[in-house]
């Protein structure tokens, strides 16, 4: 036998190397990641607790009822930023409520700098637990450098809040501004065809005008003064300042800071929204003597509030169970099929209350509804299953987080009760219909549609085309019919007659008092006061309280356990100009966001687009 030519040989030998390199990286993949494995699961036992400190409340992200997916290359390779972190709503109750009851815990701190998202409804929620934290002679101090409006509202619940001296407190109202499509649309030759139904349904008017229309503004600023003056109520009540004084506060910034010296720390001490401007070491050394005790490097003892409740486990309701309440999660938008956590998917949300009713040993369910709606299909494939659920004899009561409107409130309307809570916005009962068709961009590109059909309506709906009259008129059609449907869902859910829906509906976006004067709430209150109405409906006096989460994959599974457990350095680098790209190309992401959430069998949507300013 021949033996292989110089060339063959050679070539063979780059070959058996690159396969060694190859499997020696994969091995040491592999190792690595039964290190990382060991290192979560088993590495090393937990530090014990304290036997005296505080609670340490410093969340750090966005505050939701439901985390999303982690992505796994987020997982790899470095922490999550602030901006896409998330914390459990109910983490956080949990963790205050056992500190209340816990000797070891002599006080709280609450280090809000982290803060990024929470909204004044889950902030009203969140200060239950902290009243009843108070209300066990526990002192509660808050710290940040600069407290943010989302955060000081947070902070105002504090005994004593502190700021640096060169901080200070943003505090600006709640406002109502959205990009609007209308010119960029025609400069694209983009033609979005529209059809709605109430005169008040603004989710498409980005894209068919310039500005907001005058009675969407009329309509917005009534709701959005109702969530201000709740937020200014609270405010003034705790901080114990004369009413208005927080508007005059606001609206008086600029000139203040023209006419004085620019101090906002200063301002905000002035105002008494805050007690004390301490530099960060001034604060350790009065938070260690509020706390009567200090760790090895000085600090004042305390103890993260994930880490605590991870050893401790939230507070149990007392005596012996005699039934089980769930509690469901419906979050984000309302899309068709199987979706992952923080968006609602059709079938997913709906399998999910099928599987609870069907396991048998569900007494009563909390469905928690935080959404602006979206897939007037999905929607009603969740309401048809919380009416099974009703009809196999479980009580369904619904509590609406910051946002239950349009199809967040058809999924709600036919549940036993509705709980919003004093700063929910709800309602915006009316539906549209949109799609976009680019004959205008793909004839200035010289792309031309021509062809036959069997039939006078095939090959219409296409985004080369332009519809015909026939069919707008079919589709508009179908959108009153769809409008008609949701007017008779409310009617029949909520007790009340047609016209009396139609007062209410039209596409007008409700605030909580007013949806509680109305008849489209039962009962302003929180996700506890929904619970403890769902456990009494059931005739429940001691009872099991269970978060019912889709079931994640063991691969997903891990990459979440991965994210919350091991914080690796990031490789990627530049987190400075990744916030700066995030905020230059906003507009522009929001929009593609928009139209691509715009998912329907029909392209008929249950959607309020404006209602996220509260969350």
């Known amino acids: 036998m021949s033996k292989p030519s110089l060339i063959r040989r050679f070539f063979g030998g780059i070959w058996k190397a690159i396969t060694w390199v190859r499997l020696g990286l994969a091995n040491l993949l592999f190792l690595a990641m039964l290190a990382i494995i060991y290192f979560v699961y088993f590495g090393g036992g937990p530090e014990p607790l304290p036997e005296k400190a505080a609670l340490l409340l410093n969340p750090v992200g966005s505050i939701v009822d439901q985390k999303r997916p982690v992505d796994p290359m987020v997982a790899l390779v470095g922490e999550q930023s602030p901006a896409d972190r998330e914390v459990l709503l109910q983490d956080v109750i949990d963790a205050i ?13 609450m280090e809000l700098g982290g803060l990024a998202g929470l909204g004044i409804s889950r902030t009203g929620e969140i200060g239950k637990a902290l009243e009843a934290f108070k209300a066990t002679g526990k002192p509660i101090a808050a710290r940040a450098d600069f407290y943010t409006q989302n955060q000081y509202l947070l902070a105002s ?43 008040h349904k603004s989710a498409v008017e980005p894209f068919m005008r310039n500005d907001m229309s005058p009675i969407e503004k009329e309509a917005t600023q009534v709701w959005l003064d109702d969530i201000w003056a709740h937020y200014t109520a609270q405010v003034e009540a705790r901080r114990e300042l004369e009413p208005g004084a927080l508007n005059a506060y ?30 960060r070491g001034q604060a350790n050394e009065w938070l260690v003597e509020m706390v009567g005790v200090a760790d090895d490097e000085g600090h004042y003892e305390a103890v993260e509030f994930e880490y605590y409740l991870s050893r401790k486990g939230p507070v149990s309701d007392a005596g012996i169970p005699e039934g089980r309440v769930a509690v469901l999660t419906a979050q984000g938008n309302i899309m068709p099929g199987e979706q992952p956590p923080g968006t609602i998917g059709g079938d997913s949300l709906a399998s999910l209350i099928s599987h609870t009713v069907e396991q048998g040993n569900a007494d009563a369910i909390v469905l928690r509804v935080n959404s602006g709606g979206g897939s007037m299909f999905a929607s009603e494939i969740i309401r048809e299953r919380v009416l099974q659920a009703r009809a196999s004899g479980i009580p369904v009561v619904v509590s609406m987080g910051a946002v239950a409107a349009s199809g967040g409130y058809y999924i709600a309307a036919d549940a036993d009760e509705i709980w919003a809570t004093p700063t929910t916005i709800t309602g915006s009962i009316g539906v549209f219909a ?40 079919a589709v508009d059609a179908g959108v009153g019919y769809a409008y008609d449907s949701f007017l008779a869902v409310v009617a ?11 007062e209410v509906a039209q596409g007008r976006v409700w605030s909580a008092d007013a949806a509680l004067e109305n008849g489209l709430v039962d009962h302003l209150g929180g996700l506890h006061d929904a619970i403890a109405s769902a456990a009494a409906m059931a005739e429940l006096e001691a009872y099991e309280l269970e978060f019912v989460q889709p079931q994640l994959s063991p691969k997903e599974l891990f990459w979440q356990q991965l994210s919350e457990r091991v914080a690796l350095p990031a490789v990627l680098g530049g987190s400075e100009i990744v916030s700066v790209l995030r905020s230059v190309s906003q507009p522009v992401v929001q929009a593609v966001t928009e139209i691509q959430s715009l998912q329907d069998p029909r392209n008929m949507f249950y959607k309020c687009l404006g209602c996220s300013v509260v969350e």
């Open 434 to 473: 949109a799609f976009p068709t680019l004959e205008g961009s793909l004839k200035k590109l010289g792309i031309h549609t021509d062809g036959v059909a069997t039939s006078d309506i095939a090959g219409y709906l296409r985004l080369d085309r332009t519809p015909s009259d026939e069919i707008k008129a």
């Open 492 to 502: 029949e859910g909520r007790g009340m007659s047609l016209d009396e829906v139609q």
């Open 157 to 199: 619940y504090a005994d004593e809040i502190i700021a640096h001296p060169l901080g200070g407190v943003a505090i600006e109202g709640f406002s109502s501004y959205h990009n609007y499509y209308l010119e960029a649309l025609e400069k694209l030759s983009v033609d979005m065809h529209v059809f709605r139904r109430g005169k």
């Open 250 to 279: 606001v609206n008086g910034l600029p000139q203040r800071m023209i006419n004085g010296s620019g101090d906002t720390a200063q301002d905000a001490l002035d105002a008494g929204l805050i007690d004390q401007l301490l530099s």
């Open 97 to 109: 409520e056992a500190a209340a009851e816990d000797p070891a815990i002599n006080a709280m701190v």
